[in-house]
C-alpha cells in the first residue's frame, strides 16, 4: 500500500494585494491561505489513499508562524505533517526549497508517492516538483490530469501542449499535479477540530545536513501596472451606444 | 568557450529564442548554439538566422519522453561551459528546465518576460510576473549558466539574414533509456485552436447564472466574429465550457483586439492572462468590480439587461 507525501505552501492571498499609489505592492495588509494548487496535490493524495489505502502525510518548508497552514492542509486529510520552519525561511526561491526538502525527506521519511501542485499560487516558478525529483533521483510526470497505481508502477495522464501523453514510471515517483484533477473537498468543523490532534513533526534548521544558497535573487517586485482608459459608462441605452462608437474608433469594431 | 545556449519544442518557438538569443551573443561576445531534436531538416534554417553552431538531438523513440535528452543537454552545457541557457516555457519545457537547472546547480528564471544585459554585459536582468500577474518580480542569477524559460510569443521571431552566415551542424549522441515510458499520446480535440489567434473573444464568467444562457452569449459572439472562452470557476466548478477555453493562470494567455469579459469579476488570475489584449471591454453589476481597472471600456450594469442593446448597437456598426 503506497506510502504518500504531498507538499504544501503557506503563502499570500493574492487576491488581497493591492498596489500603492507609487506603485509598490502593498503586502502589509494580506491574508494568508493555502496555495491553490497544493489543495489539489493534498486531495489527489487522499483520493489515491481511499482508493490503494496506505498512508497520506503532508510536508511544507516555511516561516515558524505558519502553524495555521500545517493545521489547514491536516484538516483536508492528511494524517500528519512534517513542519520544516526557521525564521530564515522567508522568500526561499525554489532551488532552496527543493533542497531543504529533498534533505529532510531522503533523511528521515519513507515514500512511494510525492504529490506537489504545478506550482504556487504566490510566485508559480513551478520548480519545486521537479528539482525535488531530481535531488532524490527519482522519477517525476509533472503536469499531469489523472493518476492511477498499477501494482508497483503510477500511470499518469500528462499534459503537453499537443494533447495528452499516457506516460508510466516505477515507484518512488514524483507527480505534480494541474487544478483540473479534481475538485478539492472543504474541511468541515469536525476536520478542522481533528486537525488540532493530528501529529507535527517539527523540524528545524539544525536538522538539515546540506547547504542552500539561493541562485536566484530578487531586486524589487513592483505592481504590474496595466496601462488602460478605465472608461466606465452607464446601462442606458445612449450609454450603450456611446460605448459601441468608442470600440469602432479604436478600430476594433469594423 | 562560454556561450549562449537554446532549446524550443518547435520551429516557431526557436525562431524566437533565436532572436533573442542572437543579441545576447552579440553583447557578451560570444556563440549562440541551439539544441534541435523535432526537425533536422530546419538546422541550416537556423544558423540562417543566427545560430552559430546547431546541435542535433537523436530522434526519440516512440516510448521515450522529452526528459530523455536531459543527461546529453546537461553534459553538453558543461562542456561549454554555457553561460546563458534559455527554453522555450511550453510545458514539457519548463519541467525539462526545473530538471536541468537542479543538476546544473543553477538557477532559473520561470516565465521570464523581459530580459537585458546590464551595463558589464555578463549578468541577465530578468522580470517575470508573480501574484497571479498583479506583480513583476525583477531577478538576476548568481550562477552560471543563468537560465530562463521563455512563454513563446514573448519575442519577434528571428528572420534569415541577407548574406550567408556560416555555421557548424554537431550530432549529439543518443540519449539513455528511462524509467519514465510514454504508454500513449493522445491528440488534443482542438477546441481552442482558435483562441489564441482570435482578434476577438467574448469571455463569461460567474455573472453568467445558468448554462442555458450560454446560448445568448454565443449568438453575440457570433454576430462579432468572437470565440468564446470563460474564466475558472466556468469551466472548473460549473463545467459549462472545457477547460481549454480558460484563459489566465495555468490556463491559457490570450491577445485579441478586442476582448469582452461579461459577468467576470476581474480576478487576477484571470487578467493574467488577458494583459495583452489590445482593449479590453467588461459589463459587471458591481461597479467596484476589480476588472473595471484593467479595463479600457466597462458597462456597469446587469449583463442580461445590457446584453442584448450592446448586440444590437455593435451590429449596427458590423
Known amino acids: 500500500m503506497p506510502e504518500i507525501l504531498c507538499c504544501f505552501k503557506w503563502l499570500i492571498d493574492e487576491s488581497y494585494i493591492r498596489a500603492s499609489s507609487s506603485g509598490e505592492l502593498d503586502l502589509e495588509t494580506v491574508d494568508y491561505k493555502l496555495s491553490n494548487y497544493d489543495r489539489n ?164 534548521k539544525d536538522d538539515l545536513t546540506v547547504s542552500y544558497e539561493a541562485k536566484i535573487h530578487t531586486n524589487a517586485i513592483i505592481a504590474a501596472s496595466m496601462e488602460r482608459n478605465c472608461q466606465k459608462f452607464g446601462s442606458e441605452t445612449e450609454d450603450i451606444a456611446n460605448l459601441a462608437r468608442a470600440l469602432a474608433k479604436e478600430g476594433v469594431i469594423k | 568557450m562560454a556561450g549562449v545556449w537554446i532549446f524550443a519544442e518547435n520551429h516557431t518557438q526557436g525562431l524566437e529564442l533565436l532572436n533573442t538569443g542572437r543579441i545576447l551573443a552579440d553583447k557578451t561576445g560570444s556563440r549562440l548554439l541551439s539544441f534541435l531534436w523535432h526537425d533536422h531538416q530546419v538546422a541550416e534554417d537556423y544558423l540562417a538566422c543566427g545560430a552559430d553552431e546547431v546541435l542535433l538531438l537523436p530522434p526519440l523513440e516512440e516510448s521515450q519522453p522529452l526528459e530523455a535528452y536531459i543527461p546529453v543537454i546537461v553534459d553538453e552545457l558543461r562542456e561549454g561551459d554555457a553561460d546563458i541557457f534559455l527554453l522555450a516555457a511550453t510545458l514539457r519545457g519548463k519541467d525539462l528546465a526545473a530538471r536541468i537547472a537542479s543538476r546544473l546547480d543553477t538557477g532559473l528564471c520561470s516565465d521570464c518576460i523581459s530580459l537585458k544585459l546590464d551595463e558589464d554585459n555578463t549578468r541577465l536582468e530578468m522580470e517575470r510576473l508573480v501574484f497571479g500577474g498583479a506583480g513583476i518580480q525583477k531577478v538576476f542569477c548568481s550562477s552560471r549558466p543563468q537560465m530562463a524559460t521563455i512563454p513563446p510569443g514573448t519575442f519577434e521571431a528571428a528572420v534569415p539574414a541577407n548574406s550567408r552566415r556560416e555555421g557548424k551542424i554537431r550530432e549529439l549522441p543518443s540519449s539513455p533509456a528511462t524509467a519514465v515510458k510514454i504508454l500513449e499520446k493522445k491528440a488534443k480535440e482542438r477546441k481552442s485552436a482558435n483562441i489564441k489567434e482570435a482578434r476577438r473573444v467574448v469571455c463569461v464568467g460567474r455573472g453568467i447564472e445558468k448554462e442555458e444562457d450560454l446560448a445568448m452569449v454565443r449568438e453575440f459572439a457570433q454576430v462579432l466574429g468572437a470565440e468564446i472562452a470563460c474564466t475558472r470557476p466556468v469551466s472548473e466548478e460549473m463545467r459549462w465550457l472545457p477547460e481549454d477555453l480558460c484563459i489566465g493562470l495555468s490556463g491559457i494567455e490570450i491577445k485579441p483586439d478586442l476582448y469582452i469579459g461579461l459577468g467576470i469579476s476581474g480576478q487576477v488570475q484571470h487578467v493574467i492572462g488577458i494583459r495583452d489584449s489590445k482593449i479590453i471591454c467588461a459589463v459587471n453589476s458591481d461597479e467596484n468590480a476589480p476588472i473595471f481597472d484593467v479595463a479600457d471600456y466597462g458597462i456597469v450594469g446587469d449583463l442580461y439587461d445590457v446584453l442584448p442593446r450592446l448586440h444590437e448597437e455593435l451590429g449596427k456598426l458590423l
Do not use: H, W
Not at chain 1, 80 to 94: Q, T, V
Not at chain 1, 103 to 127: K, P, W
Not at chain 1, 167 to 186: F, K
Open chain 1, 41 to 204: 496535490a493534498i486531495e489527489e493524495s487522499v483520493r489515491l489513499q481511499e482508493e490503494y489505502g496506505g498512508t497520506v502525510s503532508a510536508i511544507t518548508v516555511g516561516l515558524p508562524d505558519s502553524t495555521k497552514g500545517v493545521k489547514d492542509a491536516l484538516s483536508r486529510g492528511p494524517e500528519k505533517a512534517y513542519f520544516i520552519n526557521d525564521d530564515s525561511f522567508e522568500n526561499l526561491e525554489p532551488s532552496q526549497t527543493a533542497a531543504i526538502l529533498a534533505d529532510i525527506i531522503s533523511s528521515q521519511i519513507n515514500y512511494d508517492l510525492i504529490i506537489c501542485g504545478e506550482g504556487s499560487s504566490d510566485l508559480y516558478a513551478q520548480q519545486v516538483g521537479p528539482r525535488l525529483a531530481e535531488k532524490l533521483g527519482i522519477p517525476c510526470i509533472s503536469y499531469i490530469q489523472k493518476v492511477q497505481i498499477e501494482g508497483d508502477r503510477i500511470v499518469a495522464e500528462k499534459k503537453v501542449e499537443d494533447g495528452i501523453e499516457v506516460i508510466s514510471a516505477p515507484m518512488p515517483v514524483l507527480l505534480t499535479v494541474l487544478p483540473d484533477i479534481n475538485t478539492p473537498r472543504i474541511p468541515g468543523l469536525k476536520d478542522t477540530l481533528g486537525a488540532s490532534k493530528k501529529p507535527v513533526i517539527n523540524i528545524s
